[in-house]
């Protein structure tokens, strides 16, 4: 896992992101099927928050990073869909979200395009959800959580992305309303600042997903990775 995330990161330790692994409760592999090899993963772990009167449960994903071949494949997506199809009908009534900080434009994409209610979004704002957003960054990043940006500023020597990984161009900014929303929201992303998001999973989010997954694989012939999910 190590290795594959220094190969696309700046500023890392083995010491740093074991300690950052082991305040997690669970992580995704994702491996090629045919050789068995880790291509990828994705930490996360799950907390309790107020919501007015309610209490709701927050999956948080953490560091997430997929080598550059496999990109656009959906094993991970998939895979983390029917994890949160497990936490909703371990509690069905109970409001659940999926929290997430961004590094960079796939990241969020991952979210804004796939989730029908999800925080900060180019088509409506919800304050609802910007205070959920507010109420988990000041629980888990009180020293770094800037409120008046709605970003996570870690400082200069803080983890990013390298220089040639996923980049933003022109084209894509003027292509793309969500990727150039990302980068008004987070103009600093390069040196590492995060976004923090969130979304809803609803039951018609549930519902729904699989057949806009479904129309998306239709264009491919084959899968070839798996995601794995390792529970606590």
């Known amino acids: 896992m190590y290795e594959i995330y220094s190969g696309y990161y700046e500023n890392i330790s083995l010491e740093l992101f074991c300690q950052d692994l082991g305040e997690k409760n669970g992580v995704f592999l994702v ?9 990828g993963f994705s930490t996360m772990k799950t907390l309790h928050m107020k919501a007015g009167n309610r209490v709701v449960k927050g999956v948080f994903s953490g560091d997430t990073i997929l080598e550059k071949e ?29 929290l997430l900080i961004s590094k960079g434009y796939k990241t969020y ?21 910007e205070g ?25 020597g803080y983890t990013h992305l390298k220089s040639d990984v996923a980049g933003i161009t022109d084209d894509m900014r003027q292509r ?16 590492g600042t995060e976004l923090p998001c969130i979304g809803e999973v609803s039951y018609s989010l549930i519902l729904h997903y699989p057949f806009t997954l479904w129309k998306k694989l239709r264009r491919k012939t084959s899968e070839t990775i798996s995601a794995v999910p390792a529970n606590n």
């Open 70 to 98: 496999y990109w656009g494949n959906k094993a991970l997506h998939v895979a983390f869909f029917f994890r949160m199809i497990r936490e909703k009908l371990r509690h069905p009534f109970q409001p659940l979200f999926w």
């Open 109 to 129: 994409l991952l979210m804004a395009n796939n989730f029908h209610n999800y925080y900060p979004s180019p088509e409506r704002h919800c304050e609802k959800l």
């Open 132 to 156: 959920l957003v507010d109420n988990y960054c000041e629980r888990l990043f009180s020293d770094y959580y800037r409120a008046e940006k709605k970003i996570l500023d870690f400082g200069d």
């Open 176 to 191: 793309n309303v969500k990727i150039n929303f990302f980068e008004q929201r987070n103009p600093t992303w390069e040196r």
């Open 31 to 39: 491996e090629d099927r045919s050789t068995k090899r880790v291509v």
